[in-house]
């Protein structure tokens, strides 16, 4: 299993995963019509503008076993302001389904701490949604601190969100 930053080859990998995480996911969380709606086309526009920009403020990355991506994750600047002290974000991280709980996404986690690190960033947050059963992955997993949780809406429905910080990538990093 090798992480490493995604190239404009992985565009409709990157895409597929992102829409199949969704869908298998938040199936029974998420209203079906709004799952059923989710395009793997769209993602890839998105995620074909992130990869093309040259000095995006986004990094990306893929995981792989055998020249076979199966998941992603995307970091960069928190964008709330509301953690002055915690400064860096993930953004994303899906795998499929099958490739979950393997590993996988410790190993993104951790290389995103030590990308975001390299670019002078010294804290990391996530925000996941309080139904998601992932959510024990940032508790239990990655002992993340819960900071708040904030109502969002999702396809016409509204959801609590939970935020989960680090205030050190070095404590992160050493662990």
């Given at each position: 299993?090798?992480?490493r930053?995604?190239?404009?080859?992985?565009?409709?990998?990157?895409?597929?995963?992102?829409?199949?995480?969704?869908?298998?996911?938040?199936?029974?969380?998420?209203?079906?019509?709004?799952?059923?709606?989710?395009k793997?086309?769209?993602?890839?526009?998105?995620?074909?503008?992130?990869?093309?920009?040259?000095?995006?403020?986004?990094?990306?990355?893929?995981?792989?076993e055998?020249?076979?991506?199966?998941?992603?994750a995307?970091?960069?600047?928190?964008?709330?302001?509301k953690?002055?002290e915690?400064?860096?974000?993930?953004y994303?991280?899906?795998?499929?389904?099958?490739?979950?709980?393997?590993?996988?996404g410790?190993?993104?986690?951790?290389?995103?701490?030590?990308?975001?690190?390299?670019k002078?960033?010294?804290?990391?947050?996530v925000?996941v949604?309080?139904?998601?059963p992932?959510?024990?992955?940032?508790?239990?997993?990655?002992n993340?601190?819960?900071?708040?949780?904030?109502?969002?809406?999702?396809?016409?429905?509204?959801f609590?969100?939970?935020?989960?910080?680090?205030?050190?990538?070095?404590?992160?990093?050493?662990?």
């Open positions: 299993m090798i992480v930053l995604a190239q404009l080859k992985d565009v409709q990998v990157i895409a597929d995963i992102h829409v199949a995480s969704w869908k298998t996911t938040y199936r029974g969380i998420v209203s079906e019509e709004y799952l059923d709606s989710l793997v086309e769209d993602r890839q526009e998105m995620w074909k503008r992130v990869l093309s920009t040259e000095n995006h403020p986004t990094t990306v990355f893929v995981v792989e055998e020249d076979t991506v199966f998941g992603f995307a970091v960069g600047k928190e964008r709330t302001g953690y002055p915690i400064d860096g974000e993930l994303a991280i899906y795998l499929y389904e099958n490739a979950q709980r393997k590993g996988g410790k190993q993104l986690v951790a290389k995103a701490a030590e990308v975001l690190k390299e002078g960033y010294h804290g990391l947050l925000w949604l309080d139904d998601n992932a959510k024990r992955f940032y508790e239990e997993a990655l993340g601190e819960f900071l708040e949780s904030v109502d969002i809406e999702i396809g016409g429905q509204s609590k969100e939970a935020a989960y910080g680090w205030y050190s990538l070095d404590q992160f990093i050493s662990r």
